[in-house]
């Protein structure tokens, strides 16, 4: 599937992982735009902006490479664990003691599924 629409770039920043967040807002969009666009989130696929028109020469032909984080899973945890303790926390504990109260804790909870 796929969405073309006028937008404005509204926003840009980095996040944990060195990733890039980016804020687009459209002008309005009929239903059928919209239920697509809403069809599309969480989809691997290509971004193009141009100030201009695009034309269909821009659109690459092969397939979106998979998003693929360098991370082990553990130091993807780690990261993710940082962002709830930052933003959901009263930050009573540092983030290495939140960090290994949570880790300690699950593994006591598969300790106790054990047998």
């Given amino acids: 599937m796929k969405l073309t629409a006028s937008a404005v770039i509204e926003k840009v920043a980095t996040r944990v992982d060195n990733t890039l967040a980016i804020s687009i807002s459209t002008q309005e969009l009929d239903p059928t735009e919209a239920a697509n666009l809403f069809t599309l989130k969480g989809k691997q696929g290509y971004f193009l902006f141009a100030e201009n028109q695009l034309s269909e020469v821009d659109i690459p ?20 664990l940082y962002i709830y303790w930052k933003d959901n926390t009263n930050k009573a504990k540092t983030f290495d003691e939140f960090y290994k109260s949570w880790i300690e804790k699950k593994i006591q909870e598969i300790k106790d599924n054990l047998n």
Avoid: C, G, I, Y
């Fill in 61 to 80: 032909k092969e397939p979106a490479v998979e998003f693929k984080s360098d991370k082990s899973p553990s130091q993807r945890l780690r990261s993710v």
